[in-house]
Nanobody, 122 residues
Framework: VRLVESGGGLVQPGGSLKLSCTVS?????IGWFRQVPGKEREVVSC????????YSADSASGRFTMSRDSGHRMVHLQMSSLKPEDTAVYFC???????????????????WGQGTQVTVSS
């Protein structure tokens, strides 16, 4: 499975940004994660690709929306009302042997994109 993220950048607090991830291969779940230097990687949102079940972490609920296109080749993370604490490298990842959504173990996501930087600053 290959994943390629796009759409990161610099945005002002309160602004919006849309991340996209192109997915090649068969998956059971796709997730968006983020990581700040010195901290553990955390889940933002995930989607069960067979069940269609969607999950969002508390930090993202109400502000971030994960979706996928009709061809199931791309997933998106629409982020709004961004805060400085949302600054991180955002990763798209896939679970291929278990439907890990909600995420029980990040290690169940075995394929990762290269990450895209999101910076929220005035």
């Amino acid at each position: 499975v290959r994943l390629v993220e796009s759409g990161g950048g610099l945005v002002q607090p309160g602004g919006s940004l849309k991340l996209s991830c192109t997915v090649s291969g068969i998956t059971l779940a796709i997730g968006w994660f983020r990581q700040v230097p010195g901290k553990e990687r955390e889940v933002v949102s995930c989607l069960g690709t067979v069940t269609g079940r969607l999950y969002s972490a508390d930090s993202a609920s109400g502000r971030f929306t994960m979706s996928r296109d009709s061809g199931h080749r791309m997933v998106h993370l629409q982020m709004s009302s961004l805060k400085p604490e949302d600054t991180a490298v955002y990763f798209c990842a896939a679970s291929t042997f278990v439907d890990s959504c909600p995420v029980s173990k990040i290690s169940e996501y075995t394929s990762w994109g290269q990450g895209t930087q999101v910076t929220v600053s005035s």
